[in-house]
């Protein structure tokens, strides 16, 4: 068995280590050397389809590469893929750099919202008895912003940050529920729980994610995906962030539209009260 994967060498600890799998496993390890930057994109199944075998051996196979698993793998792989180098020789200085590349972002972000789904997804939000968040890490912010702006217009959500929080809410849901999950790969295990006992409870699964195949996506009645985007090494996924919160802010414009605007009008005066001089 091969040591941890370190995220710097995915692809030189699968060819160390390729030639010690059986066939059906070492089949695995080709299609991921011959492909690196197809493989991040791909689900579980079509890497087996490629290698021809099952979804099984590739787990097997990514386990004994010293990978947790798909998921992990894919991961590593995505952090190990070049910048474009057009990133790389962007002229201008910093402040040009990180503008163009948040532009190029959102470009990609544009074209890779499916809009019936978005449509979808705000029918849901607008009339669902009870909607809980969950995201956690890097994708919490994002989705802690849009569940205040859902209250503003007049859809009161639940979004507790707490790990436990979220099951806890998830497991009281019901049908005409709806769950509202946020995750950059897809893949975060506390989120995936908590979707999982939402959609045990009967609830509706809408989700956000940066990849059109995950498997939080596998686990949505309504899934919408932003592209992956930015430097693939960075801890924090910041561009694709960008995405996601400007796919939030348009979800929550879909679902003000299927509300009543008296709502939005109360809560301006929330806001109006709370920016008013104070007299003693």
């Not at 080709?30 to 493989?39: C, E, H, S, Y």
């Not at 569940?147 to 929080?165: F, H, K, S």
């Amino acid at each position: 068995m091969p040591p941890s994967a370190a995220p710097s060498s995915a692809l030189a600890l699968i060819r160390a280590f390729a030639a010690t799998l059986g066939q059906s496993e070492g089949a695995v390890a080709r299609v991921i050397l011959d492909r690196p930057a197809d493989v991040p994109q791909w689900s579980t199944q079509e890497l087996a389809t490629a290698a021809g075998t099952s979804t099984a051996t590739v787990i097997r196979a990514c386990q004994r590469l010293g990978f947790r698993g798909f998921q992990h793998l894919r991961l590593e792989l995505a952090r190990e893929l070049p910048a474009p180098s057009s990133d790389e020789h962007a002229p201008g200085d910093s402040i040009d750099r990180m503008f163009e590349s948040a532009r190029a972002a959102l470009r990609v972000g544009q074209r890779s919202i499916d809009r019936t789904a978005l449509t979808d997804a705000a029918a849901l939000l607008a009339r669902a008895s009870r909607v809980v968040c969950a995201a956690n890490g890097f994708s919490a912010p994002p989705l802690q912003d849009a569940a205040m702006r859902l209250t503003t217009v007049g859809r009161p959500v639940e979004a507790p940050l707490d790990i436990l929080a979220q099951q806890f809410a998830a497991h009281s849901l019901n049908e005409g529920d709806v769950c509202l999950a946020l995750s950059h790969s897809g893949a975060n295990a506390h989120t995936l729980a908590t979707v999982r006992a939402a959609r045990k409870r009967g609830a509706r699964i809408i989700t956000l994610c940066s990849y059109e195949r995950a498997p939080l996506v596998e686990l949505s009645d309504v899934a919408l995906s932003t592209g992956a985007v930015g430097t693939h090494h960075a801890v924090d996924p910041f561009f694709s962030r960008l995405g996601h919160s400007v796919l939030l802010q348009t979800l929550i414009a879909e679902v003000a539209g299927l509300r009543s605007t008296a709502d939005a009008f109360d809560m301006r005066e929330v806001v109006a009260d709370a920016l008013a001089d104070s007299h003693p």
